[in-house]
């Protein structure tokens, strides 16, 4: 059973270009999770998706950025436009289900970078 | 906002010595979880522990919980120098996504 995978690994963007960080959960898991690392921080949570449905979304800029967690497909997140403040890790989670008894499998991230 | 406050931000240590790492959260808990970061790689979880429990034991890992503090901590004992990494606690609510701490970077010296 392969873990999360996220592609790019890096993913290199002039700013005003678009961004786009592709993740597919582990087979069986139906949520998936977004979280942005800064340099030198912790992760901070953006979105939970279920398949076809944002069901939190309390951290995303409220612009540029959209999430989706398509029925067929890996999940997407997009940034428009992007600024050299987006320039961070980008780690995407998945889980079999929700509540206190689910871990959270982390992807190995995409680092992206804004020249 | 990022609720954790992770203590010590940074620790050196020697090999053979134990480490522990504090953390503390600001809400009601579900469960507590612990993940440990290669630089500049992905999270590898490491133990969680319930609200309701107040210690639990993984191999050379210790965690303990005082969810009347709001706090835990993660023992590492026998430290090696492969422990070498950033530790992170996340706390998980009732709103299904973690709320991760500062983190903790480790370093263990031969």
């Known amino acids: 059973n392969a873990g999360v995978m996220q592609n790019p690994r890096h993913l290199v963007r002039r700013r005003g270009q678009e961004a786009r960080l592709r993740c597919s959960p582990m087979?069986?898991?139906?949520?998936v999770y977004w979280y942005r690392q800064l340099p030198e921080e912790g992760l901070k949570f953006m979105v939970y998706?279920?398949?076809?449905?944002?069901?939190?979304e309390s951290g995303m800029p409220k612009e540029r950025f959209s999430a989706e967690f398509p029925k067929e497909g890996p999940s997407i997140l997009r940034i428009q436009q992007v600024v050299r403040g987006d320039s961070a890790a980008y780690f995407c989670?998945?889980?079999?289900?929700?509540?206190?008894?689910?871990?959270?499998?982390f992807g190995p991230g995409t680092r992206l970078t804004v020249l | 906002s990022q609720q954790g406050e992770e203590d010590p931000q940074a620790l050196s240590i020697q090999e053979g010595e134990n480490a522990t790492m504090n953390c503390s959260y600001k809400?009601?808990?579900?469960?507590l979880q612990w993940y440990r970061q290669n630089s500049g790689r992905g999270l590898v979880h490491l133990i969680l522990?319930?609200?309701?429990?107040r210690e639990k034991h993984s191999g050379r890992l210790r965690v303990t919980l005082d969810t009347s503090k709001k706090s835990s901590s993660l023992l590492i004992t026998a430290s090696r120098a492969a422990d070498t990494a950033s530790y992170f606690c996340?706390?998980?609510?009732?709103?299904?996504?973690?709320?991760f701490g500062t983190g903790t970077r480790l370093q263990v010296t031969l």
């Open positions: 989670a998945s889980s079999p289900g929700t509540g206190g008894s689910f871990e959270q499998f």
């Open positions: 522990i319930r609200s309701n429990e």
């Open positions: 087979k069986g898991h139906s949520h």
């Open positions: 809400t009601s808990i579900n469960n």
């Open positions: 998706l279920q398949k076809e449905n944002i069901i939190d």
């Open positions: 996340a706390s998980y609510g009732t709103a299904s996504k973690l709320t």
